[in-house]
């Protein structure tokens, strides 16, 4: 299968009753890291990037090269979609002459019919090349990549107002945060989540902020359509406290521990573990 757009894993996800993870790269590592999960685990795959993270890497049409190329030397038979996270309208612009199968226009800020208007413009233009969209109403609350947002509920009509765009999948805020979750999270608002999905006439919905939302509030969120969990700040987590560890324990200094292949091996681990585990939660495991 390879690289696809979103679009119909989504659909097939929400049909399912599961999810489809959507895991954030920042480089080389991280990349072959979830493909060789993903293989393993025969599960589709979102391979998440912001924009800040592309300009890391290098650019969009370097993110774009390397994933091609890795699905062709790993021999990556599962579908893998590179997802432009909280795209600007030029940045959904640039990654759509990229070569990303698809993007994320977030004018969650905007009044509702700019919003709307501006999704219509870049649906057009993204479709055309039949890449797929995701939009947003209301916000994630916390900070990712520069994007902060305050964690407003998303209202179920503005919902539906960008739904009937034909966007082809919805981040709604629900009362998920970017980043790890303060004491006292008031948790997942399920009423508000109830009535956005009534009112976007079935389309999958996004769940933002993935890391450290408990086990029962994800399940619950995928029986009320969410069918795409993103999932960034648990992966770095595990990365840097696994390779702290290999560092404090002084094994950077025994032989050639330094070489960056073993330097970051306990971390690309962590990522693996942590990756697998979410798919099992999401219950994409043997859908592709």
């Not at 992966?235 to 521990?257: C, H, M, P, S």
Request: charged share 20%; proline share 3%; hydrophobic share 40%.
């Amino acid at each position: 299968m390879g690289l696809v757009n979103a679009a119909q894993m989504l659909k097939d996800a929400r049909a399912g009753g599961y999810a489809v993870g959507q895991f954030n790269i920042n480089n080389l590592e991280w990349t072959k890291a979830i493909f060789q999960v993903a293989q393993e685990m025969k599960s589709p795959v979102i391979l998440g990037v912001s924009e800040g993270a592309a300009k890391y890497m290098g650019g969009f049409k370097t993110v774009v090269a390397l994933v091609g190329a890795m699905v062709e030397d790993l021999g990556i038979t599962v579908p893998v979609a590179t997802h432009l996270d909280h795209g600007s309208y030029d940045g959904c612009l640039k990654c759509i002459e990229a070569g990303f199968t698809s993007v994320m226009y977030d004018g969650s800020k905007l009044p509702i019919d700019e919003n709307v208007a501006k999704m219509k413009e870049l649906l057009a233009i993204a479709h055309a090349k039949g890449i797929s969209m995701e939009g947003e109403v209301g916000s994630i609350g916390g900070e990712e990549d520069g994007v902060v947002g305050k964690g407003e509920i998303a209202s179920a009509q503005e919902c539906g107002q960008l739904a009937a765009t034909g966007v082809d999948f919805l981040a709604a805020g629900i009362g998920n945060i970017h980043g790890v979750y303060p004491a006292g999270w008031q948790g997942l608002d399920f009423e508000a989540l109830e009535a956005i999905n009534n009112a976007t006439g079935g389309i999958p919905l996004v769940l933002h902020g993935g890391t450290g939302i408990p086990e029962e509030m994800i399940k619950r969120s995928i029986s009320l359509g969410v069918s795409k969990i993103n999932v960034n700040t648990e992966k770095q987590l595990v990365f840097a406290a696994a390779t702290r560890k290999y560092i404090e324990e002084g094994k950077d200094k025994e032989g050639k521990g330094f070489d960056p292949r073993k330097l970051l091996a306990p971390g690309v681990e962590a990522i693996k573990k942590t990756v697998r585990e979410k798919m099992e939660l999401f219950g994409s495991a043997n859908k592709a």
